[in-house]
């Protein structure tokens, strides 16, 4: 069966840092793309961050470029995202999830990172 | 930046009706057009990838179509157990995946 848990949400105050992380089993991580994707409360799905299946390619969007950073060990099928500069309206539930050519396949179940004094 | 339109944003509809969602790019993505579903307090899950193929263990009710800029998920008969918001996704780089601001599905 195909795992994904995230780890290590919580309340942190503005300017802060937080790591994320995310344990995969059940599927072959290191041969898969992996990606952070958020959702705001009551709002849509944004994707954070995407890394290559070797760690040697990571992708951002502006909203988060420079203050987050994706990284990976494949020995531990384990995904992080740390996440620095914190600010209010990075405030969401963060879900790991597997990117591949047939999409965001496997989900985790999410861990809610709120950003508040 | 490829922007992505779904509409409606809101839609009501009765069991065994036939549903139609729709998304729209900013520019051409070659497909590369996934859906998901996502029920209350739930992750979000895979539904079609590619405009038009589904997903393992995705009933066959659900299909996608379309090119270019313009894409639909359809529902061939509405089952209460599809009420949920619906996610379209363009993924025509590795550089900048987009999500659609979501559908939300309910029962009339």
């Known amino acids: 069966e195909v795992q994904l848990v995230e780890s290590g949400g919580g309340l942190v105050q503005p300017g802060r840092s937080l790591k994320l992380s995310c344990a995969a089993s059940?599927?072959?991580?290191?041969?898969?793309?992996m990606a952070w994707v958020r959702q705001a409360p009551k709002k849509g799905l944004e994707w954070v961050a995407t890394?290559?299946?070797?760690?040697?390619?990571?992708y951002y969007p502006d909203s988060v470029k420079g203050r987050f950073t994706i990284s990976r060990d494949n020995a531990k099928s384990s995904l992080y995202l740390q996440m620095n500069s914190l600010k209010s309206e990075d405030t969401a539930t963060y879900y790991c999830?597997?990117?591949?050519?047939?999409?965001?396949?496997?989900w985790g179940q999410g861990v809610m990172v709120t950003v508040s004094s | 930046d490829i922007q992505m339109t779904q509409s409606p944003s809101f839609l009501s509809a009765s069991v065994g009706e036939r549903v139609t969602l729709s998304c729209r790019a900013s520019?051409?993505?070659?497909?590369?057009l996934d859906w998901y579903q996502q029920k209350l307090g739930e992750a979000p899950k895979l539904l079609i990838y590619?405009?038009?193929n589904l997903h393992t263990g995705i009933p066959s009710r659900f299909s996608g179509s379309g090119s270019g800029t313009d894409y639909t998920l359809t529902i061939s008969s509405l089952q209460p157990e599809d009420v949920a918001t619906y996610f379209c996704?363009?993924?025509?780089?590795?550089?900048?995946?987009?999500f659609g601001a979501g559908t939300k599905l309910e029962l009339k």
């Open positions: 999830a597997s990117r591949g050519n047939s999409g965001y396949g496997y």
């Open positions: 059940g599927f072959t991580f290191s041969n898969y793309y």
């Open positions: 890394i290559s299946t070797s760690g040697s390619r990571t």
């Open positions: 520019q051409n993505i070659n497909k590369y």
């Open positions: 590619n405009t038009n």
């Open positions: 996704l363009q993924r025509n780089s590795w550089r900048m995946d987009t």
